[in-house]
């Protein structure tokens, strides 16, 4: 970012007139002025991004958020004023917020969303507020299209900070959190659930070899396995059905990443879905020691695979959270350099580029700044219309930020500033009732065929504490008739590549500019669930 961008920046946020004189105060508020905005704002758009405050608040605090195949945001409550335990579903269509009682205390949960489109909550805790903080058992089921919640039977044991892993069958795997006495739990739960039903099963719980941090970072392999990213420095890999950890790699960076994130890196057929992970940021949530602004990469195609450092972000980051784009690039925001400490707040927003033919490829470039505070128990949620939304705060102890920030990325921009006109999505078709089968084809419909460079699926964010449960994106490929205005465009291979469940298919121009997504649910040839 230039220095004039810069400055304004800081003079908007505040930041420029800590502890500067009254006369420096003056002569910022001329400097702002004086620049010409319209021109200046317009390029910035062009080249970072646009972001702005929405008008209407929230009436929660969203610990845990998922983006339903409905368009909407389903929120897990986390007030620190309130016992009574609540959720909500935003409209981003209305920014309006439907507030509704949770049936058990939800505080510091996992939550996926399941093959058929409702989301799966489980574990929490016990009591809230504070001081208890040992995990429930409890497991709950949403539907999207009444607002209810349906309770599931009860895990083994509780889980007050789980990770959950939609897995290649439809299952979905629950690892971790601490236990009803205050333990950490180590063991594999798997849960299930058939088509048109309305309650499922839990495997019996088997244990690990070690002992897993709260909240570890899993991703789904193209091999079938899980990979544990941290938060710890060794890495490890899962196999599910022999139940066997071993261990991978061991980070360069010498401390745990705590409250780091973690992302798959987009799968494509152009490479034969090489996995690639990317972990960044992270510290010890001490509220003491600074956190680190380091990031690296690990190529698991290799047979001895190793974490190299990447490149640095702007900023050191804790709470920090990464969202995939459509582009297939990571839009790195919020976090601080002290936890809960809103005077170390990182406000710069970090772009890594991952497309090799991209000149920018490996590296960050800015994405501009927000202005509010994302720290502990912020959330960064993809939108239908390729835009961000970042939600949440606790900047500390007590205090929560009920504000939403949006996000328009630099692709939704021509470079004079105004709008791209963007390629446009008339149907998806070729699968029964909105159901795609994998290594199969589906037709997208569109005026602008001639023009389509890459067709995508997203797998809608399900982020918490720093890591997105079920983030992923996969690049299809794809043939075009001009004359026919259609593509026919190839399914991924296998729920390895990608877990059965809803995703969002978007098509980029030459340009990059993507369409407005929409919906399809992806299943086995056995049937969706």
């Not at 590296?363 to 949440?392: C, E, Q, W």
Request: hydrophobic residues 40%.
């Amino acid at each position: 970012m230039n220095s004039d961008c810069a400055l304004r920046s800081s003079i908007l946020r505040g930041s420029f007139f800590a502890g500067r004189s009254f006369t420096q105060w003056v002569l910022g508020i001329a400097f702002l002025a004086a620049l010409p905005l319209v021109p200046r704002i317009q390029a910035q758009a062009a080249e970072f991004g646009q972001w702005q405050i929405l008008a209407k608040k929230l009436p929660l605090n969203p610990i845990h958020t998922a983006l339903m195949h409905n368009g909407k945001v389903l929120m897990i409550e986390g007030r620190p004023t309130s016992p009574t335990p609540f959720a909500g579903v935003w409209d981003p269509a209305t920014q309006t917020t439907t507030e509704f009682a949770a049936p058990y205390t939800m505080f510091c949960n996992g939550m996926v969303v399941l093959p058929d489109g409702r989301p799966l909550i489980v574990g929490g805790t016990t009591q809230f507020p504070p001081p208890a903080f040992t995990g429930i058992s409890h497991a709950a089921i949403f539907d999207p299209a009444t607002n209810k919640f349906t309770m599931q039977p009860d895990m083994a044991d509780g889980r007050w900070y789980p990770s959950a892993a939609v897995l290649p069958d439809g299952t979905v795997m629950v690892f971790s959190g601490t236990d009803q006495n205050g333990k950490s739990n180590n063991t594999v739960e798997i849960f299930s659930i058939t088509a048109n039903s309305n309650t499922g099963t839990w495997t019996k719980p088997a244990k690990a070899n070690w002992v897993p941090p709260l909240y570890p970072r899993l991703h789904v392999l193209p091999d079938g396995q899980i990979f544990a990213s941290g938060l710890q420095t060794q890495s490890k890999f899962y196999s599910v059905a022999a139940n066997v950890w071993t261990n991978c790699c061991t980070t360069n960076y010498a401390n745990n990443r705590g409250y780091g994130t973690s992302v798959l890196l987009p799968l494509s057929p152009s490479n034969n879905y090489k996995p690639e992970v990317f972990i960044l940021g992270g510290g010890r949530a001490d509220d003491v020691t600074p956190s680190t602004n380091t990031t690296e990469l690990i190529d698991l195609s290799q047979p001895s695979p190793k974490w190299v450092f990447g490149p640095n972000m702007s900023e050191a980051r804790i709470d920090l959270n990464g969202t995939i784009l459509p582009s297939g690039d990571i839009l790195v925001t919020g976090g601080s350099v002290v936890s809960e400490i809103a005077s170390t707040a990182s406000f710069n927003a970090d772009l890594y580029h991952t497309d090799p033919s991209d000149k920018n490829f490996g590296k960050f470039t800015s994405a501009g700044a927000n202005s509010l505070p994302r720290m502990y128990h912020s959330n960064a949620i993809l939108l239908p219309d390729a835009t961000v939304i970042l939600t949440g705060s606790n900047p500390d102890t007590l205090v929560y930020e009920n504000r939403i920030e949006l996000y328009q990325p630099a692709y939704l921009f021509n470079a004079d500033g105004s709008l791209a006109t963007r390629p446009t999505i008339t149907s998806v078709e070729g699968g029964a009732a909105g159901k795609f089968l994998y290594a199969n084809t589906f037709t997208v419909k569109t005026p602008d065929a001639a023009g389509i460079s890459r067709v995508v699926l997203v797998r809608p964010s399900a982020p918490t504490h720093a890591f997105d449960m079920d983030q992923r994106l996969v690049r299809l490929t794809f043939k075009a008739n001009t004359a026919a205005g259609t593509l026919t465009v190839n399914t991924p291979p296998n729920g390895n590549i990608a877990p059965p469940g809803y995703y969002e298919v978007f098509i980029l121009n030459a340009a990059g500019v993507p369409s407005v997504a929409q919906f399809i649910q992806l299943c086995p040839s056995t049937g969706c669930l």
